[in-house]
């Protein structure tokens, strides 16, 4: 190999390693930062609904000002009637739940963002079962809470049993919707 052709041959390398590097900096700045960091130099993670996919950031610890509330419901859901439960809490509050159904239900754990339409609400446990339990952290200030349908024949009753951090319940109904505040867990 002659002089000049090792010298276009380095010449070339050096132009893909270039081009490449500049390929991975695009694909870094329209794809993968909108994705997973929420940040969008470009504007083009927003265009292709790539912003915030990563999902939601939870602390490891929050330390609140008032005790913990404690709230136990229940509704008994004739066939093809549903209820909607939902709590107001700020982004970060926490509630461990747990809800049991006599009969299987269409159930959705699900959050609206305050200020934004209800129709946008973010779905974070959807299905059919008698029964879950959990702790949900809430990822913004809104309304969190579940949807519960029953398709069966017969009656069904849906308990839900709450601690944590939220100001007040809503149900919504098709006798409308009804708040009411909740009592704090009395401390010792």
Same mark, same amino acid.
């Given at each position: %190999?002659?002089?000049?052709?090792?010298? =276009?041959? &380095?010449?070339?390398?050096?132009?893909?390693?270039?081009?490449? +590097?500049? &390929?991975?900096?695009?694909?870094?700045?329209?794809?993968? +930062?909108?994705?997973?960091? #929420?940040?969008?130099?470009?504007?083009? $993670?927003?265009?292709?609904?790539?912003?915030? %996919? *990563? $999902?939601?950031?939870?602390?490891?610890?929050?330390?609140?000002?008032?005790?913990?509330?404690?709230?136990?419901?229940?509704?008994?859901?004739?066939?093809?009637?549903?209820?909607?439960?939902?709590? @107001? %809490?700020?982004?970060?509050? $926490?509630?461990?739940?747990?809800?049991? &159904?006599?009969?299987?239900?269409?159930?959705?754990?699900?959050? @609206?963002?305050?200020?934004? =339409?209800?129709?946008?609400?973010?779905?974070?446990?959807?299905?059919?079962?008698? /029964?879950?339990? #959990? !702790?949900?952290?809430?990822?913004?200030?809104?309304?969190?809470?579940?949807?519960?349908?029953?398709?069966?024949?017969?009656?069904?009753?849906?308990?839900? !049993?709450? !601690? $944590?951090?939220? *100001?007040?319940?809503?149900?919504? *109904?098709? /006798?409308?919707?009804?708040?009411?505040?909740?009592?704090?867990?009395? *401390?010792?």
């Amino acid at each position: %190999m002659t002089v000049r052709a090792e010298i =276009d041959s &380095a010449r070339r390398l050096i132009i893909s390693v270039i081009v490449s +590097l500049l &390929a991975a900096v695009l694909v870094f700045c329209v794809f993968v +930062l909108p994705a997973e960091f #929420g940040r969008d130099p470009t504007g083009l $993670g927003k265009l292709m609904g790539l912003t915030g %996919m *990563s $999902g939601f950031e939870v602390q490891s610890l929050i330390t609140e000002p008032q005790p913990p509330t404690h709230d136990q419901v229940e509704f008994p859901l004739a066939p093809f009637e549903s209820v909607e439960y939902k709590y @107001e %809490m700020e982004a970060g509050q $926490g509630l461990v739940y747990d809800w049991s &159904a006599s009969g299987e239900v269409l159930f959705d754990l699900h959050s @609206e963002e305050q200020g934004t =339409d209800p129709e946008d609400a973010i779905s974070f446990s959807v299905g059919r079962g008698t /029964q879950e339990q #959990g !702790t949900y952290v809430a990822p913004f200030a809104g309304k969190h809470g579940w949807f519960w349908e029953n398709r069966g024949s017969s009656e069904v009753v849906v308990r839900l !049993t709450t !601690t $944590g951090f939220a *100001s007040a319940s809503i149900t919504y *109904s098709p /006798q409308g919707e009804y708040r009411r505040p909740l009592s704090q867990v009395a *401390s010792d």
